[in-house]
């Protein structure tokens, strides 16, 4: 049986569910895309163990495996926030993003460690996940924040009648994420220096796909540092969330499929 294809209809089936819930408003529609999701990443998890059981596992350091992981760590966290009133809504984001990062990951036929990869190279493929995989979720966040403020802002919609999670715990959400993303990118950078150091003999490897992952990772400290140091408002950090995780996908996942 194909798990990954079987993940891949699951994740794809929570996102029609979603939309259409979000569009006739139907909270009940989100719920049940809220429960395709959750079977998606049961049938996920049991996808990297099958994977596992191949004589020569693929490896976990390439670029497809690392955002199908990726992909999975993003829906785990999302599933863990569900609990709150009205955070189902978030789905309509997180299920889509799900779908596109388990089928990239397809692409590898696999998302294990190879038996000889070395153990900082695993640690930093998945802290490196982990932290997209938050960071994601900052950003999705972020989105919801900037359209629930926008729809009252014109009194589109009486509070509480949206649909959406209020104001404050969005941005509670963000800045948990953010903060804990940041952490496991800045662990991902530390391990990945020292693979290379200890793979290569340098402390940074001349590449555009470690200059961009630098480059993206100087953009979030400058937002974690206005966020909790310059007491940067709820307004602003949703919408740094929403470009900082665009810019960290543009930077790490789109200079990696280039080379």
Same mark, same amino acid.
């Given at each position: 049986?194909?798990?990954? #294809?079987?993940?891949?209809?699951?994740?794809?089936?929570?996102?029609?569910?979603?939309?259409?819930?979000? #569009?006739?408003?139907?909270?009940?529609?989100?719920?049940?895309?809220?429960?395709?999701?959750?079977?998606?990443?049961?049938?996920?998890? &049991?996808?990297?163990?099958? !994977?596992?059981?191949?004589? !020569?596992?693929?490896?976990?350091?390439?670029?497809?495996?690392?955002?199908?992981?990726?992909? *999975?760590?993003?829906?785990?966290?999302?599933? #863990? $926030?569900?609990?709150?009133?009205? @955070?189902?809504?978030?789905?309509? !984001?997180?299920?889509?993003?799900?779908?596109?990062?388990? @089928?990239?990951?397809?692409?590898?036929?696999?998302?294990?460690?190879?038996?000889?990869? /070395?153990? *900082?190279?695993?640690?930093?493929?998945?802290?490196?996940?982990?932290? !997209?995989?938050?960071?994601?979720?900052?950003?999705?966040?972020?989105?919801?924040?900037?359209?629930?403020?926008?729809?009252?802002?014109?009194?589109?919609? /009486?509070?509480?009648?949206?649909?959406? /999670?209020?104001?404050?715990?969005?941005?509670?959400?963000? #800045?948990?994420?953010?903060?804990?993303?940041?952490?496991?990118?800045?662990?991902?950078?530390?391990?990945?220096?020292? *693979?290379?150091?200890?793979?290569?003999?340098?402390?940074?490897?001349?590449?555009?796909?470690?200059?961009?992952?630098?480059?993206? *990772?100087?953009?979030?400290?400058?937002?974690?540092?206005?966020?909790?140091?310059?007491?940067?408002?709820?307004?602003?950090?949703?919408?740094?969330?929403? &470009?900082?995780?665009?810019? $960290?996908?543009? &930077?790490?996942?789109?200079?990696?499929?280039?080379?």
């Amino acid at each position: 049986m194909n798990l990954h #294809a079987l993940t891949e209809a699951l994740y794809l089936a929570a996102a029609v569910l979603a939309t259409f819930g979000l #569009a006739v408003r139907k909270p009940q529609l989100s719920r049940a895309a809220v429960g395709a999701l959750a079977a998606g990443a049961v049938v996920h998890a &049991a996808a990297f163990l099958q !994977i596992h059981q191949f004589k !020569i596992p693929p490896k976990l350091t390439g670029l497809p495996g690392a955002v199908s992981l990726a992909a *999975w760590l993003g829906t785990l966290f999302f599933l #863990a $926030l569900v609990r709150r009133p009205r @955070f189902d809504a978030l789905v309509v !984001i997180v299920a889509p993003a799900a779908f596109l990062g388990a @089928f990239f990951g397809s692409m590898a036929q696999g998302v294990v460690v190879h038996h000889g990869a /070395p153990l *900082w190279a695993q640690a930093h493929v998945l802290l490196a996940s982990a932290g !997209i995989a938050l960071l994601g979720v900052a950003g999705a966040a972020g989105l919801l924040f900037l359209a629930q403020h926008r729809s009252l802002k014109r009194k589109a919609q /009486p509070p509480g009648r949206s649909g959406l /999670p209020p104001l404050e715990a969005l941005d509670r959400v963000n #800045a948990l994420a953010v903060s804990v993303g940041f952490l496991l990118l800045s662990l991902a950078l530390v391990t990945g220096v020292l *693979w290379t150091l200890e793979s290569e003999g340098r402390p940074w490897p001349r590449s555009p796909h470690a200059n961009a992952a630098l480059l993206a *990772w100087a953009i979030y400290a400058v937002l974690v540092a206005s966020r909790w140091l310059a007491r940067q408002g709820a307004m602003r950090s949703a919408q740094t969330a929403v &470009a900082g995780f665009a810019v $960290l996908l543009a &930077a790490v996942v789109g200079v990696g499929m280039m080379q």
